[in-house]
């Protein structure tokens, strides 16, 4: 039922009132001695007396008595009006139509009550509002439409109306929601030259599957056919088929509304080639640089994918020059006959703009200056769209904010000024852990302290550990200070007391206790590299006992159970991630060395790491992640024990027991670390259905590799342990999240393997 014709009731009685009135209630014209109003129960009299065009004392008439009747009924309020006239006194008598009191669903499990109450509201029925039977029919048909949405097509709603006290009424929405309805069958019709099942991969719906349970895939939605549709578009368009069209889809449900059928009628058309590439319109002189940005060549097969990329490279180039509206459009004119197209990119690079403001929001604890010395757009320069993506990369990487919006309206009445927008959504950034640790190594870890990376929304760093785990004792105290100086200079700070003992699978016992304390300077020296120094002091103590393993025996023996250290470092990162929270496209890089030069210990490590991201598509990503560790001793002294390398369960080679691999102690089998260290992983990332509003919630699937060498060994990548499996990843409101199911693929007769992994903290 239209809009139009749910009103059309209403109308004839409004029509049908205001014409009858006057005649059933015809009176004279007279002086008004007093007015008078019943049948109101929840109206206000004045309500009332603000819609009559007399008062008291005034001259009344038939007209104004039909203006008035006229006016009560356009309000909405009223179901009847009448004016009645008794010894000069005026008396409007009314009948109101009922508020609602309350709306209450049965047997809804698919939605949430506020969110569907919030949906109806928007169409008009809410509490507090006047019942109107239209606007109840106009509800219902909204909620069967979010249950369609969801492919619930056998949903059944039957409204109740309740009459209550003074004029109200409850409503009650008795929903059947029945089974979902899954697509039974896809058909594309018309294709030719591309065969049907390497079309039918390219859709996003699909028929039931092993995954489909996951992924919903075959629930029927038309927001997914149409881009579907699109993708199909996109396939063929990138292929030279330029005149490729999608008649209208046809969708079919079966009588008992469980099983959908969808057929795509397709014309596939001709494929063209590029017959020339051209540039028209105002190019600024830039002919030459724009031309070089344009990627589809003559003689190539036509490919949309090709002219938007161009399309886009040379908005961005005049973006960067401050035309924030440039418009880019590509024309092809076809040649049916020679199936050959000549392409035209027109160029309007339309006013250049500078930057007015830069507008921070959102930030309800973090102050605007940590946020502003992030950004590489300045108020009153030009525009340029690379600075602010820069800018935008750079507050994510910060690891503060769940979400970051930039946004760059035009000024209004300026033709050259455009404001910078950004609203970010800050997640928790401080972790408090009091006994809720534990780990699968580790067992429970009994801890506690504070931890704020943005402590009072500084920016600055600080934190207080104290760690009773079995196998690593902590008590450290650390703050980071990331702008010391204005030129962003940071300066890290520690002082610390650990104790570290033999994993839980381990015979042999020792125990191995370290008092330091550290500084440590980064100096930026790009947008996205640094580079560290600092120096830290370190008090070695290694305690053995009758049980100890006999490289701890021989090394105490040979070195004494002391030693002092004084560590100079050196490091370098490059960091163009598109997020330190949940990244998703972009490289990391990390370089460092160590040394002790002075004190009881000569030794020297290097390590370096790579990560890369690629977005496979919008939601899948797949992260590689490659680390080298390099560890030995000189002077005459060997690698320190206290200093070794270990590898083996989460954030190294998972499906193998934590701190597992490597070279084994003579004397019990253990596993003592080693000096080497190589590790390689690639995950395949993807976000958890429904979850879009908590980026950092995904699961994935891995390939791990790695090992652990000794000193005297030399990295054999033939040793190197392989696993695989699936794991999900959270930065859930208690702390980081990890599990991780995996399955040891080469493991040697003395690994130690294990399939399910976790840790968790807890976070405030």
Do not use: C
């Not at 060549?297 to 886009?312: R, Y």
């Not at 760690?467 to 100086?485: E, H, L, M």
């Not at 991630?577 to 460092?592: E, F, I, K, V």
């Amino acid at each position: 039922m239209t809009h139009r014709a749910r009103r059309l009731p209403r109308l004839l009685t409004f029509l049908l009132a205001i014409s009858v009135a006057p005649l059933a209630n015809a009176f004279d014209t007279f002086v008004v001695r007093d007015i008078r109003v019943e049948g109101i129960q929840r109206t206000e009299a004045g309500t009332v007396f603000g819609y009559l065009p007399v008062k008291v004392g005034d001259t009344f008439s038939q007209e104004q008595a039909t203006q008035a009747i006229r006016a009560l009924f356009g309000t909405g309020f009223f179901r009847d009006v009448k004016i009645e006239v008794e010894n000069d006194v005026v008396v409007v008598v009314v009948d109101e139509r009922p508020a609602i009191a309350s709306i209450d669903f049965n047997g809804m499990r698919e939605f949430e009550a506020a969110n569907v109450r919030k949906s109806l509201a928007e169409v008009g029925f809410a509490e507090a509002r006047i019942f109107d039977r239209a606007l109840l029919e106009r509800a219902e048909q909204e909620l069967k439409r979010q249950y369609l949405a969801r492919g619930k097509y056998s949903v059944e709603i039957v409204p109740t109306i309740t009459p209550l006290e003074r004029n109200r009424v409850g409503i009650t929405f008795d929903v059947f929601e029945g089974d979902v309805a899954h697509i039974a069958g896809i058909k594309i019709i018309g294709a030719k030259a591309i065969p049907e099942k390497e079309l039918l991969k390219m859709l996003q719906l699909s028929t039931p599957g092993w995954l489909t349970w996951y992924t919903k895939a075959d629930q029927y939605s038309r927001q997914k056919l149409q881009g579907d549709i699109e993708a199909l578009r996109s396939y063929y368009m990138n292929r030279g088929y330029l005149e490729f069209n999608v008649d209208s889809p046809q969708v079919t449900i079966s009588p008992d509304r469980k099983d959908i059928f969808i057929t795509l009628s397709i014309t596939e058309g001709e494929k063209y080639t590029v017959s020339d590439v051209k540039l028209s319109g105002e190019l600024l002189g830039l002919d030459d640089d724009l031309r070089k940005l344009i990627t589809v060549k003559p003689e190539e097969t036509f490919s949309a994918e090709k002219v938007n990329a161009s399309s886009k490279a040379i908005t961005d180039y005049l973006g960067k020059l401050g035309y924030a509206f440039s418009n880019v459009n590509a024309n092809p004119v076809v040649d049916r006959e020679n199936k050959r197209a000549d392409l035209t990119f027109f160029v309007d690079p339309n006013r250049r703009v500078y930057v007015r403001r830069v507008n921070i929001g959102g930030n309800t604890r973090t102050r605007d200056v940590v946020i502003r010395r992030e950004m590489r757009q300045f108020e009153s320069a030009w525009y340029d769209a690379t600075k602010i993506q820069l800018s935008r990369d750079r507050v994510d990487r910060l690891g503060y904010f769940q979400n970051i919006n930039i946004e760059t309206p035009p000024v209004p009445g300026t033709p050259d000024q455009v404001d910078v927008n950004v609203t970010v959504q800050e997640k928790p950034t401080g972790m408090i852990n009091l006994g809720a640790g534990f780990s699968s190594t580790d067992k429970v870890v009994l801890s506690a302290g504070v931890s704020q990376d943005n402590i009072f929304g500084s920016g600055t760093t600080a934190g207080i550990e104290l760690n009773t785990g079995k196998t690593y004792r902590t008590i450290a105290i650390s703050q980071t200070n990331p702008y010391f100086t204005q030129d962003g200079i940071s300066r890290s700070t520690s002082l610390y007391y650990r104790t570290l003992r033999p994993l839980a699978i381990n015979r042999g016992d020792y125990r191995i206790q370290t008092m330091g304390a550290g500084i440590t300077f980064g100096v930026p020296f790009t947008e996205t590299q640094r580079v560290f120094f600092g120096t830290t002091f370190e008090a070695n103590d290694i305690t053995t006992y009758d049980n100890s393993p006999q490289r701890y025996l021989d090394y105490v023996s040979a070195f004494g159970p002391r030693s002092n250290a004084v560590i100079f470092s050196v490091g370098w990162s490059n960091d163009r991630r598109d997020s330190a929270l949940a990244p998703t496209r972009g490289t990391y890089q990390r370089a460092a060395a160590e040394s002790s030069l002075f004190g009881d210990l000569r030794y020297y490590k290097a390590s370096y790491q790579h990560q890369y991201f690629w977005p496979i598509t919008r939601d899948f990503t797949l992260a590689l992640n490659g680390q080298v560790d390099y560890g030995k001793g000189f002077a005459g002294k060997p690698y320190p024990l206290l200093k070794n390398l270990y590898g083996g369960g989460i954030g190294s080679v998972r499906g193998y027991e934590g701190g597992s691999l490597g070279a084994r102690d003579p004397r019990y089998g253990d596993s003592l670390g080693g000096a080497k260290r190589v590790i390689a992983s690639a995950e395949l990332q993807l976000p958890f259905p429904g979850t879009q509003q908590d980026r950092t919630l995904r699961w994935f699937t891995f390939v791990d590799a790695g090992n652990v060498y000794s000193d005297e060994q030399n990295i054999n990548l033939g040793e190197l342990r392989y696993s695989t499996g699936l794991g999900l990843s959270w930065q859930s409101p208690i702390g980081p999240l990890k599990i991780s199911i995996g399955k040891a693929i080469n493991p040697k007769p003395q690994d130690r393997t294990q399939m399910f992994q976790f840790q968790i903290g807890t976070g405030f």
